[in-house]
T-cell receptor, first 114, second 115 residues
Framework: DVKVTQSSRYLVKRTGEKVFLECVQD?????MFWYRQDPGLGLRLIYF???????EKGDIPEGYSVSREKKERFSLILESASTNQTSMYLC?????????????FGPGTRLTVL | DQQVKQNSPSLSVQEGRISILNCDYT??????FLWYKKYPAEGPTFLIS?????DKNEDGRFTVFLNKSAKHLSLHIVPSQPGDSAVYFC??????????????FGSGTQLTVLP
């Protein structure tokens, strides 16, 4: 079974703080993704990575950065948290092999910025 | 501009009856479609998928139908069970060269199966 874990289930931070969200997958997947989920908006892609040290912007990258130093780990960084970044953050991973396109998701981190 | 739309935010169905969740898309480059189920405080879990070369895919109680000319897909759950109560997301994917395939998600439909 694919396992995607996220460092925290719930996080409360203050405006202006630097926030790190960590994601680890154990299936040797090439691709990793960060989404945020907001009511009525579905899942929106923030950043993704298709290889170590490679990253690409998704649909809403503003205010975020990412780091992928090892294949299994993908970090999302909020350089200076703002209240509009209060959201559910979801990490996912996928593989090129087998022609399948499903992504496997972690349990999510509920971030509140005060 | 939403490329994947789920126009029904919620749906209530009686236990044992059929649930039909709908999804429309606008990007003709999409060639792979997926449905995910999400319970509160959990990550989405993959349910079923369909390639654009097919018009139907079935897995147990779940069937996905794809109508390419109408750019429409639907998920049928028969029979519906209370444990199916969750938010269902439709997602679509287009080919990408040299990079990871991305998924574009709809806004979700909350399904409630009443006992």
């Amino acid at each position: 079974d694919v396992k995607v874990t996220q460092s925290s289930r719930y996080l409360v931070k203050r405006t202006g703080e630097k926030v790190f969200l960590e994601c680890v997958q154990d299936m040797d997947h090439e691709n990793m993704f960060w989404y945020r989920q907001d009511p009525g908006l579905g899942l929106r892609l923030i950043y993704f990575s298709y290889d170590v040290k490679m990253k690409e912007k998704g649909d809403i990258p503003e205010g975020y950065s990412v780091s992928r130093e090892k294949k299994e780990r993908f970090s999302l960084i909020l350089e200076s948290a703002s209240t509009n970044q209060t959201s559910m953050y979801l990490c996912a991973s996928s593989s090129y092999t087998g022609g399948r396109n499903e992504q496997f998701f972690g349990p999510g981190t509920r971030l509140t910025v005060l | 501009d939403q490329q994947v739309k789920q126009n029904s935010p919620s749906l209530s169905v009686q236990e044992g009856r059929i649930s039909i969740l709908n999804c429309d898309y606008t990007n003709s480059m999409f060639d792979y479609f997926l449905w995910y189920k999400k319970y509160p405080a959990e990550g989405p879990t993959f349910l079923i998928s369909i390639s654009s070369i097919k018009d139907k895919n079935e897995d147990g109680r779940f069937t996905v139908f794809l109508n390419k000319s109408a750019k429409h897909l639907s998920l049928h759950i028969v029979p519906s069970q209370p444990g199916d109560s969750a938010v269902y997301f439709c997602a679509a994917s287009a080919p990408s060269s040299g990079s990871a395939r991305q998924l574009t998600f709809g806004s979700g439909t909350q399904l409630t199966v009443l006992p």
